[in-house]
């Protein structure tokens, strides 16, 4: 029987998990969140394994991510504002 779940690339799963991890964290704090939270509320089971040992390393990466995406938003909204 086929599996119902949908099949995402690597990346896809990992945005998927910092998106979920970033409500739920915002949501419930630190504490009351667990990796197979995450990845419920991600839609990805427990694929998560593949990408993070704990969830203090998906945490670190979601920081990493957030800081990254701010640092771009900073370069990138000069170029638009002089279009």
């Given amino acids: 029987m086929p599996s119902s779940s949908p099949r995402y690339t690597k990346e896809q799963t990992r945005l998927r998990l910092l998106d979920a991890a970033r409500r739920l964290l915002l949501?419930?704090?630190f504490h009351q969140v667990a990796l197979d939270?995450?990845?419920?509320?991600?839609?990805?089971s427990r694929h998560y394994k593949s990408h993070y040992a704990s969830k203090a390393e998906l945490v670190l990466d979601l920081v990493r991510h957030v800081h990254v995406?701010?640092?771009l938003d900073e370069?990138?909204?000069?170029?638009?504002?002089?279009k």
């Fill in 75 to 82: 370069r990138i909204a000069p170029i638009n504002e002089a």
């Fill in 37 to 44: 939270d995450i990845a419920e509320a991600a839609g990805v």
């Fill in 69 to 71: 995406s701010e640092i």
């Fill in 27 to 29: 949501e419930r704090g």
